[in-house]
């Protein structure tokens, strides 16, 4: 695996030459390595003027590997990457603690000439593991975490959380391995929990040159015992005389309170129509008015809530019902305005089309010398006609 120049830097771990600082043609040049257990890494030896010679590799033992394109050790892992003249390149793979040290490039030139090449293994730590957490703690209690990770190299760093928020205070011990090559860190916090702590999840997460990406982490999820809140809620919002009335005494708390007591303000004697956390009063009336205590308790402590009732009257008239009146109300007030207005154009009408309506007698009485002679006339008669006249003996 090949790691990141930053990597190498922050850990200490810069590869360098390890060829001889004066130039001389024929001296092989190396570089130091770095790399995490299990993973593969390249040896590579330069020169410029071989001499007609051939390039050896040797591991800290002191036994050769290969000599040019010649194996000599068998041991799969190790393979050829590259042979010429002037450069030799082995690798090897799925790399352990044991494979580091310094290996060592050979020319057998007249003098022999050598170059050294320190590879460093990364010892990748395991997933840590937090102790310390018994179960609930109670609100105000301090809870004492620790964090232990084993088989790094160099040793790792341990950090704490809670939720988004990162925790000091933490002290850090580091111990070698029963190896004598990787270390075991461990790491202790104190917290003192409160109500927002419940259900809060501390993670320790450890950080290591061997991990490019991200480190590894664990979570212990903290459960904190706190005394309830207690609330009342009426049901109706606004009792009249004559309701049923329901009064909910509702708890929240950890655990949940299960133990309720109702009380009224001044008033000695039980409430006989309490039952856990639920006061009824059915046929709500004057006599029921005063101020109710509910208490809801757990086995951390108790909370009281209280609640004022007021009984006024019952109202023939109900906010709803003066409601529905004022709309009836307006739908006749608009009725009449209408009826209103349509009489008065109907009178408008009438006094436009006025005119002179006359008797059959007055009809026929322009001209007429005498009263029968303007009946005669009314009834479509001529003056020269015949008259129909009747005449009584």
């Known amino acids: 695996m090949m790691l990141p120049?930053?990597?190498?830097?922050?850990?200490?771990?810069?590869?360098?030459?390890?060829?001889?600082?004066?130039?001389?043609?024929?001296?092989?040049?190396?570089?130091?390595?770095?790399?995490?257990?299990g993973s593969k890494v390249i040896l590579s030896c330069k020169v410029e003027d071989p001499e007609d010679s051939s390039l050896q590799w040797s591991n800290p033992a002191q036994q050769t590997l290969y000599f040019g394109e010649k194996r000599a050790l068998r041991d799969l892992r190790i393979q050829l990457e590259n042979s010429t003249a002037n450069e030799l390149s082995i690798s090897i793979d799925n790399t352990t603690l044991a494979d580091e040290g310094e290996y060592t490039c050979t020319i057998f030139t007249r003098p022999v000439r050598t170059a050294?090449?320190?590879?460093?293994?990364?010892?990748?730590?395991?997933?840590?593991?937090?102790?310390?957490?018994?179960?609930?703690?109670?609100?105000?209690?301090?809870?004492?975490?620790?964090?232990?990770?084993?088989g790094s190299k160099p040793a790792a760093y341990l950090r704490w959380k809670k939720g988004d928020k990162h925790l000091t205070g933490q002290s850090s011990e580091v111990s070698k391995d029963a190896n004598g090559k990787t270390f075991t860190v461990s790491s202790h916090v104190e917290i003192t929990v409160g109500k927002e702590d419940d259900g809060a999840n501390v993670t320790c997460t450890v950080d290591h040159a061997s991990m490019q990406i991200?480190?590894?982490?664990?979570?212990?999820?903290?459960?904190?015992?706190?005394?309830?809140?207690?609330?009342?809620?009426?049901?109706?919002?606004?009792?009249?005389?004559?309701?049923?009335?329901?009064?909910?005494?509702?708890?929240?708390?950890?655990?949940?309170?299960q133990d309720y007591k109702w009380e009224k303000d001044g008033v000695d004697t039980p409430l006989l129509d309490a039952q856990d956390n639920i006061l009824s009063f059915p046929n709500l009336n004057k006599s029921d008015s005063g101020t109710y205590i509910c208490y809801a308790s757990n086995l951390v402590g108790n909370s009281i809530a209280r609640y004022t009732l007021s009984v006024s009257d019952a109202s023939p008239m109900t906010p709803q019902r003066d409601s529905y009146h004022a709309i009836v109300g307006g739908v006749v007030a608009f009725v009449i305005f209408f009826l209103l207005i349509l009489l008065i154009v109907?009178?408008?009408?009438?006094?436009?089309?006025?005119?002179?309506?006359?008797?059959?007698?007055?009809?026929?009485?322009?001209?007429?010398?005498?009263?029968?002679?303007?009946?005669?006339?009314?009834?479509?008669?001529?003056?020269?006609?015949?008259?129909?006249?009747?005449?009584f003996i």
């Open 5 to 37: 120049l930053w990597l190498l830097v922050s850990s200490g771990l810069i590869a360098a030459s390890r060829g001889n600082l004066s130039h001389d043609r024929s001296q092989p040049a190396t570089s130091d390595e770095v790399v995490v257990a």
């Open 214 to 257: 991200s480190g590894k982490s664990a979570l212990q999820r903290l459960s904190v015992f706190y005394k309830p809140t207690a609330k009342i809620e009426p049901k109706p919002e606004h009792p009249q005389e004559g309701d049923n009335l329901v009064l909910h005494c509702k708890g929240e708390g950890n655990p949940i309170p």
């Open 116 to 150: 050294k090449a320190m590879v460093t293994v990364l010892g990748i730590p395991q997933k840590p593991q937090i102790s310390g957490y018994s179960g609930p703690l109670r609100e105000g209690d301090v809870a004492v975490l620790t964090c232990v990770s084993s």
């Open 346 to 391: 109907l009178g408008h009408y009438l006094i436009r089309h006025k005119g002179t309506y006359l008797t059959h007698e007055a009809k026929g009485s322009d001209d007429a010398p005498d009263a029968d002679t303007a009946i005669i006339n009314a009834e479509g008669g001529q003056p020269g006609g015949d008259d129909k006249k009747e005449y």
